[in-house]
């Protein structure tokens, strides 16, 4: 039997502008940032998205996004918060997934962009060519999207080696704009 292992990807719902007094690590998700993520979440629903393991960034709006996808599921999901996730560089994001437990096959990230986007164009290359050509474009907030690799582990996943299966973003599900 292959060995196969999907990487789901979350960017968080949008934030509240930031301001000079407040540390953007404790932004709050706008209220169409709470809108939005809880439209994903009952995608992720619909969709039989079950992650085994989630690994989310400590700020604050992350947190947020996390709590209205359980919201969605209703039930508590199996999630670690990783310091380092926040505004982590892709290679960074790559090194923190190669740690992943290898008996989990479904894995979740929750961060921010840079990061993500880079991550997410580093390993599919492979896939829908519109999805391919929609990802290539940018990675908007609250966008979920996952990529599969057959015959890999957590930490042999090779740049290019994935194939997109998923790009959702709010505004396909009715949301707002990107």
Known sequence: MI?????????????EAGSAAQEDHLRHLSARGVEDAARMGAYLVAS???PERI????AVRTAETLMKIEEAYRHT???KYVEKLYLASANDMLALIAGADQAVTKLMVIGH???LHQLSLMLAKSGDPHLLEELAMKLPTATFLSIEFSGASWNGIK???GKLTHFVTPKLLGGGQE
Do not use: E, M
């Open 3 to 15: 060995n196969q292992k999907t990487l789901y990807i979350l960017r968080h719902a949008k934030a």
């Open 48 to 50: 039989d998205v079950h």
């Open 55 to 58: 690994l989310c960034s400590t």
């Open 77 to 79: 999901l199996p999630v």
């Open 113 to 115: 962009n840079p990061g």
């Open 159 to 161: 740049h290019g080696g």
